[in-house]
């Protein structure tokens, strides 16, 4: 019988022929990811197992990026313990301030995550690297030490849903509406233990930076990978990345699937999440009056090239709303630089937000951007769990870049077409 | 392994910013993070906890962000263990690595009220609700799981293996 995509990558990286939902298997991996908050608790354990070396040096990657540059003391003690682990070991593939990124940013760009990969992160967004053909999950730090030391992590099988998206998308409406539409239908634990698929002629039409972005929130429906098959599109984007070989794979026609749901998204609105949870979902125009304080344009999800161009195309010429504060944060240096090549920081700056170093700061109520007591946020991030911003009692509302935008300059929760 | 304590329960989709804020995060030591253990969707629990007690949720517990800070926090808090309708896999998986029990079982999440005292056999899968008299069974662990848990956690799991393989 035929296997999806998931399976297949799983079946190779376990040397087996075939396997099936539920089964259990050992894998062998290609990249075990940490940050500076998963990292240092992974290290201790690691260090526990009095191994000399980690298993591969190469695939080893360390992104100080979460508090990062260090917040405070304690981020500078956790940064710190990275740092001498990613020294003593000689990991390669250590990126300290001036080079870092928001990792699931950094590693598509660096090109450490490839097609066909295994790939497990002690970071809950790590399957953002399916958006480019790949295995990729999160898991937490012991499992990250274990891999560590062994190259190899256990996994069950996961049962693929089948997500088909028809149609052209209108303006303004990307991968941050589509996948936020998607929790929307089937809730925050819709895909639990599961891998979604994502194909259709509006997923051929994205970008592979809105591809990523749809890849980044399978966690919010409690997925275990999000997955995209390879097309021209990705292989032009890690060609000239790539410094080793990938295998480019696709689902079997005669695939077997938990279940196929399809949506036809060419009337598909910008969409809102409104507080507490991602699958709160409205389609903009049904938002109604919403003031706002602030206005957080980034992270991991967005904080992308293209998240910017869309961002600056609707605040160029216009000002941020005089009773808030815009926070852009491009998620790469590489990222940063692009932005003031093409002008776009300029246009930043000119309307009177604030442009940060590469950091996941605010998303998770770190810091650059804290919501006090009762203040609300329009957010390209992820997530809008109660205090996940700050104050228990401020609330986060998740949008894609271009209703951001929009409500930098309104003050309020907005509309694209209202700004133009 | 048999654990007796009294409950407290929370509704669906415990986040794991619910569990254990990322604002304090910037540390990993157990005993700091216990301090904050379910803080932003109860304030006053960590005082209000005793040892061996036991949380009770429904869906989804532990959704969200892959920190294991957030089984640390309730294990360090002196949690004994985590009844749920259903768990998140990172957090499932978080769980078993580092030794905190958990146990799947939709009736025994619906049913128990805050404040029944319930004992749990961690080894059968046996939940009696003491307050009620009730009795639930816990959807069981599959072998390898049960393997790792037998061991200890992962890491003890891996050394063994590791030692066995020498």
Known sequence: MGMTITEKIL??????????????IN??????????????????????????????????????????????????????????????????????????????????EAGLVLPGDLIIGADSHTCTYGALGAFATGVGSTDMAAAMA??????????????????????????????????????????????????GEAIDDLSVEGRL??????????????????????????????????????????????????????ELEPVVSFP?????????????????????????????????????????????????????IPGTQEIYRQAMTEGLVDIFIEAEAVVSTPTCGPCLGGYMGILAKGERCVSTTNRNFVGRMGHPESEVYLSGPAVAAASAVLGRIASPEEVL | ???????????????????????????????????????????????????????????NFGCGSSREHAPIAIKAAGLSCVIAFSFARIFYRNAINIGLPIFECEE??????EGDKVKVDADSGKIVNLTTGKE??????????????????????????AKQRA
């Open chain 1, 11 to 24: 079946a190779r990286h376990a040397g087996l022929d075939n396997v099936e939902p539920g089964q259990l």
């Open chain 1, 27 to 108: 894998a062998k991996l290609d990249v075990v990811l940490g940050n500076d908050i998963t990292a240092p608790v992974a290290i201790r354990e690691f260090e526990k197992l009095g191994m000399d070396q980690v298993f591969d040096k190469k695939r080893v990657v360390l992104v100080p990026d979460h508090f990062i540059p260090n917040k405070d003391i304690q981020s500078a003690e956790q940064a710190l313990a990275m740092r001498t682990f990613a020294k003593k070991h000689g990991i390669v593939n250590y990126f300290e301030v001036g080079r870092m990124g928001i990792e699931h940013c950094l590693l598509p």
């Open chain 1, 150 to 199: 062994t190259g190899e992590a256990w996994f069950k099988v996961p049962e693929t849903i089948k997500f088909v998206y028809h149609g052209k998308l209108k303006p303004w409406v990307g991968g941050k509406d589509l996948i936020l539409h998607t929790i929307g239908d089937i809730g925050v634990d819709g895909a639990r233990y599961m891998a979604m698929e994502f194909t």
């Open chain 1, 213 to 266: 972005t749809m890849a980044n929130m399978a966690i919010e429906a409690g997925g275990k990978n999000g997955i995209i098959a390879p097309d021209h599109k990705t292989l032009d984007y890690v060609k000239k990345r790539a410094k080793r070989d990938y295998q480019v794979l696709a689902s079997d026609p005669d695939a077997k699937y938990a279940k196929v749901i399809e949506y036809d998204v060419s």
């Open chain 1, 276 to 328: 507490h949870l991602p699958e709160n979902t409205r389609p903009i125009s049904e938002v109604g009056n919403i003031t706002i304080d602030q206005v957080v344009i980034g992270s991991c999800t967005n904080g992308r090239i293209e998240d910017l161009r869309v961002a600056a195309k609707l605040l160029k010429g216009h000002k941020v709303h005089n009773e808030i504060r815009a926070i852009v």
């Open chain 2, 1 to 59: 392994m048999e654990f007796t304590g009294r409950t407290w329960k929370f509704g669906s989709d415990v986040d794991t910013d619910a569990i254990i804020p990322a604002r304090y995060l910037n540390t990993s030591e157990p005993a700091e993070l216990a301090k904050h253990c379910m803080e932003d969707a109860d304030e006053t629990f960590y005082d209000k906890v005793k040892t061996g007690d036991i949380i009770v949720a429904g869906k």
């Open chain 2, 108 to 113: 025994a999440a619906k049913d128990i009220a």
């Open chain 2, 136 to 161: 639930y069974q816990a959807v069981p662990f599959p072998e390898f799981m049960q393997k790792l848990i037998d061991a200890g956690g992962l890491m003890k799991y891996v050394a063994k293996e």
